[in-house]
């Protein structure tokens, strides 16, 4: 099993900076798939971005693509999303996921961390 918590949301201005966080406990970590979704107010939950368990393949949604980078310390227990170029659609809560595949998307993840609010202003 696998326990998530994130950190690092908070507010930033349009054309600021975020790095989120999710650190993880459990011995499994090194071997799962990872990735983070976001929910905004009234919208349904979306994918942003994959990682794979090594770290090779990563994906993003094409509204983040050129602007957010995932990526994971497995020595840590950790993964990240730095997120840069950041616009007020950007604005929701960030989820981190574990577990799952990616097939055109980050399909049934496991795991799920309790979310992080980003808020961007205009």
């Known amino acids: 099993q696998l326990q998530l918590v994130e950190s690092g949301g908070g507010l930033a201005q349009a054309g600021g900076s975020l790095r989120l966080s999710c650190a993880a406990s459990?011995?499994?970590?090194?071997?799962?798939?990872m990735g983070w979704f976001r929910q905004a107010p009234g919208k349904e939950r979306e994918f942003v971005a994959f990682i794979s368990w090594s770290g090779y393949s990563t994906y993003y949604a094409d509204s983040v693509k050129g602007r957010f980078t995932i990526s994971r310390d497995n020595a840590k227990n950790t993964m990240y999303l730095q997120m840069n170029s950041l616009k007020p659609e950007d604005t929701g809560v960030y989820y981190c996921?574990?577990?799952?595949?990616?097939?055109?998307?980050?399909?049934?993840?496991?795991?799920w961390g309790q979310g992080t609010q980003v808020t961007v202003s205009s």
């Open positions: 996921a574990a577990g799952g595949a990616y097939a055109g998307g980050f399909r049934s993840p496991d795991y």
């Open positions: 459990g011995r499994s970590f090194s071997r799962s798939n």
